[in-house]
């Protein structure tokens, strides 16, 4: 392989952690924003 070969395979490499990173972020922003099932007992018990 020479350095050019190299150097494509590393921003594939690249393109791919940042995609996954992509879907993890969001994953966690929809986390976030749920409730958890915890908390929505406690606020039945109280209404």
Same mark, same amino acid.
């Given at each position: 392989m020479d350095w &050019? %070969? @190299?150097l $494509? /395979?590393?921003l594939v *490499? *690249? $393109?791919l952690g940042e995609a996954v990173q992509r879907v993890e972020d969001s994953k966690t922003r929809? /986390?976030?924003l749920e409730e =958890? =099932? %915890?908390l929505a007992e @406690?606020? &039945?018990l109280h209404d």
């Open positions: &050019q %070969e @190299v $494509g /395979a590393v *490499l *690249l $393109g929809e /986390a976030l =958890p =099932p %915890e @406690v606020h &039945q």
